[in-house]
């Protein structure tokens, strides 16, 4: 399998970088909701840790990702894929890419607006160029979590969409993202 993307099928970079950003998602919203329940103290802290360290982390293979998607070419869609089907790709993968960096962002303001820096699993932190603002923090705290309700739908429209496109349409929109193209002659 070639590291590059491909007119038929995405590369192993770009599969790397698909499934490492979706488990770390799926993480960070599990950690999230577990946190939220919990009431101030030692175990809340060191989940909101984990949760922030995991953020950067997810942080970093987005940033990488969408820098490796502007250096390769996109795989061509599926023949007999209509225009809404395209346009509804579309959306849905620009749509996770736009709130996921929102998501992102929301959560460092969110810790920032604090006063405190930003924890990487316990090792150090980095200072953030933000003072205490417990109003800027509010602000910013709403926006994390409205966002995370839109990543929810669009992932579960994205989860349908490729199952949709796998069982029902039977191309290969999946395999694309997973085991990968077969070719006729194999």
């Known amino acids: 399998m070639a590291v590059r993307n491909t007119a038929i099928e995405w590369g ?8 490492l950003v979706a ?25 909101r840790m984990v949760h922030s360290s995991i953020a950067l982390v997810v942080l970093a293979l987005m940033t990488l990702r969408v820098i490796w998607r502007w250096m ?3 795989p061509l869609h599926s023949a007999g894929f209509a225009a809404w089907q395209k346009l509804t790709a579309a959306v849905v ?8 960096f929102v998501q992102l ?12 820096g930003l ?17 800027a923090h509010h602000f910013w705290e709403e926006i994390h979590e409205f966002a995370w309700r839109v990543i929810a739908v669009l992932l579960v429209v994205h989860v349908v ?7 029902v349409l039977k191309n290969d929109v999946l395999r694309r993202m997973t085991s990968g193209v077969k070719i006729a002659n194999d």
């Open 119 to 135: 924890p990487f699993f316990g090792i150090f932190s980095i200072p953030l160029p933000v003072g205490k603002d417990e109003d």
């Open 93 to 100: 993968h620009w749509g996770l890419y736009v709130v996921v």
């Open 72 to 74: 390769n070419e996109t």
């Open 12 to 19: 192993s970079l770009a599969r790397a970088l698909h499934w």
């Open 23 to 47: 488990v770390g998602i799926v993480a960070l919203v599990a950690l999230g909701l577990t946190q939220a329940g919990l009431e101030r103290g030692p175990e809340r802290s060191e989940l």
């Open 105 to 116: 962002i929301s959560g460092v303001m969110t810790v920032a607006t604090t006063g405190n």
């Open 161 to 167: 969409g490729a199952l949709y496109n796998h069982f």
